[in-house]
């Protein structure tokens, strides 16, 4: 898809100088000397390499959005925007195995004040073949082109990997397959001394259709920073936050202790939109987690013909609901609301 033309390279450079100044207050996020370029070499001192160490435990919640769009595409958090009555903190996005990291296009959306994270699927490449080390160009491309961009990035490795729908899940390809193509991709990345990647590990909740327990793919606290669980209130099995989500964090949380992020969620259009947002909210919450990130779009539901509404302003009161009850619950920037 054709992108809007780039900014020219000294702009970027400047503009990622008001970024560094931006992450100290808000992310506090940090730099430090050195770092791999892209071409596999150290740059010279004065060339900082983010450090996400310092973002990893936020003090309050943050609130996202995410669809299909590229980062160039912002219009989704003008809309977001609007529609919530603040900016979203995380703009998420998908990219497929094989493209390259778009640098400028997530620097931009650093500079505007979202966190980038990027949904990485690996459609169309065995997770054995990833494991075995035949995709190891690609990965060492993927992690110095990251690298070089010198912000923070939260990357989710093939989400979902519960979900039997995806080519990466079960009845496709093993837990361990999982586990090891996740670690691979990890060890590529710590051993080229990449340092502004937030790993998040974002499993699909419990449900009538998603029945495989956890625990297999979970590939360890020394190769996760973040638990980000997807879910959506909808026809079938979201009814409310105890039966979505709560199953699921009482899981995880008997074999991993890190922070929460609810990486995908939405509530379905209906007669209890309104009341479903609340419950969400509130829900999440009391769960302790450290934020959530909005489908604002519409979808078909998987393995049917219901085309579902999302977005938050389906209606006066759903758009009402959602402003309410997000600041209520105190999600929003942490670091800048005080």
């Given at each position: 898809m054709a992108r809007p033309p780039r900014p020219g390279y000294l702009a970027v450079?400047?503009?990622?100088?008001?970024?560094?100044?931006?992450?100290?207050?808000?992310?506090?996020?940090?730099?430090?000397?050195?770092?791999?370029?892209a071409s596999g070499s150290t740059p010279s001192a004065s060339a900082a390499r983010f450090d996400v160490s310092s973002m990893l435990h936020p003090a309050g919640r943050v609130l996202g959005?995410?669809?299909?769009?590229?980062?160039?595409?912002?219009?989704?958090?003008?809309?977001?925007?609007?529609?919530?009555g603040r900016a979203p903190d995380i703009r998420e996005y998908y990219a497929s195995w094989g493209e390259d990291f778009d640098s400028e296009g997530n620097a931009f959306l650093w500079r505007h004040g979202q966190l980038p994270m990027l949904a990485l699927v690996?459609?169309?490449?065995?997770?054995?073949?990833?494991?075995?080390?035949?995709?190891?160009?690609?990965?060492?491309?993927?992690?110095?082109?990251?690298?070089?961009?010198?912000?923070?990035?939260?990357?989710?490795?093939?989400?979902?990997?519960?979900?039997?729908?995806n080519l990466w899940g079960p009845g496709h390809a093993k837990a361990a397959d999982f586990v090891a193509a996740w670690r691979h991709v990890h060890d590529i990345f710590r051993g080229l001394g990449v340092t502004n990647v937030i790993?998040?590990?974002?499993?699909?909740?419990?449900?009538?259709?998603?029945?495989?327990?956890?625990?297999?793919?979970?590939?360890g606290g020394a190769y996760t920073d973040w638990i980000g669980v997807i879910g959506y209130y909808g026809p079938i099995d979201g009814v409310a936050f105890s039966s979505l989500f709560t199953p699921t964090l009482r899981e995880i949380a008997r074999f991993s202790g890190?922070?929460?992020?609810?990486?995908?969620?939405?509530?379905?259009?209906?007669?209890?939109?309104?009341?479903?947002i609340r419950d969400l909210?509130?829900?999440?919450?009391?769960?302790?987690?450290?934020?959530?990130?909005?489908?604002?779009?519409?979808k078909t539901w998987p393995g049917s013909s219901l085309l579902m509404d999302w977005r938050i302003d389906t209606s006066v009161g759903a758009e009402a609901a959602f402003r309410v009850e997000s600041a209520r619950a105190r999600f929003g920037h942490p670091f800048t609301s005080g």
């Amino acid at each position: 898809m054709a992108r809007p033309p780039r900014p020219g390279y000294l702009a970027v450079a400047a503009m990622l100088v008001v970024t560094g100044l931006f992450l100290v207050y808000a992310f506090g996020g940090k730099g430090t000397a050195g770092g791999t370029g892209a071409s596999g070499s150290t740059p010279s001192a004065s060339a900082a390499r983010f450090d996400v160490s310092s973002m990893l435990h936020p003090a309050g919640r943050v609130l996202g959005v995410v669809d299909n769009k590229t980062p160039w595409q912002y219009g989704i958090v003008k809309t977001f925007t609007r529609q919530a009555g603040r900016a979203p903190d995380i703009r998420e996005y998908y990219a497929s195995w094989g493209e390259d990291f778009d640098s400028e296009g997530n620097a931009f959306l650093w500079r505007h004040g979202q966190l980038p994270m990027l949904a990485l699927v690996p459609s169309g490449t065995p997770l054995a073949d990833i494991a075995g080390g035949s995709q190891d160009s690609y990965i060492r491309r993927l992690a110095h082109q990251i690298a070089a961009y010198q912000g923070p990035l939260a990357l989710s490795f093939a989400g979902e990997m519960n979900g039997p729908w995806n080519l990466w899940g079960p009845g496709h390809a093993k837990a361990a397959d999982f586990v090891a193509a996740w670690r691979h991709v990890h060890d590529i990345f710590r051993g080229l001394g990449v340092t502004n990647v937030i790993w998040v590990w974002s499993p699909h909740v419990a449900d009538t259709g998603t029945t495989a327990r956890l625990r297999p793919y979970y590939p360890g606290g020394a190769y996760t920073d973040w638990i980000g669980v997807i879910g959506y209130y909808g026809p079938i099995d979201g009814v409310a936050f105890s039966s979505l989500f709560t199953p699921t964090l009482r899981e995880i949380a008997r074999f991993s202790g890190k922070p929460v992020l609810i990486t995908e969620t939405a509530v379905a259009q209906s007669s209890r939109k309104e009341e479903q947002i609340r419950d969400l909210f509130q829900g999440a919450a009391k769960a302790g987690v450290i934020g959530l990130v909005w489908y604002d779009n519409r979808k078909t539901w998987p393995g049917s013909s219901l085309l579902m509404d999302w977005r938050i302003d389906t209606s006066v009161g759903a758009e009402a609901a959602f402003r309410v009850e997000s600041a209520r619950a105190r999600f929003g920037h942490p670091f800048t609301s005080g």
